[in-house]
């Protein structure tokens, strides 16, 4: 099941996540966040 966010970043940080769906880096927003929590989960997990 997927869920909708809304969030807030600030204009550099949504500049450089642009740059990179340019570059077909993410297929899309959403995509690049999906990618950037499994991230941070996996090295939150191994600080542990």
């Known amino acids: 099941m997927r ?3 809304s969030i807030t970043i600030d204009e550099d940080t949504i ?3 642009q740059n990179l769906l ?3 880096t993410y ?3 959403s995509h690049f966040f ?3 929590a499994a991230k941070l989960i ?3 997990k ?3």
């Open 3 to 5: 869920y909708k966010l």
């Open 15 to 17: 500049l450089e996540i």
């Open 34 to 36: 999906e990618i950037a």
């Open 27 to 29: 297929r899309n927003k």
């Open 22 to 24: 340019r570059a077909k």
């Open 42 to 44: 996996e090295g939150s």
């Open 46 to 48: 191994n600080e542990k």
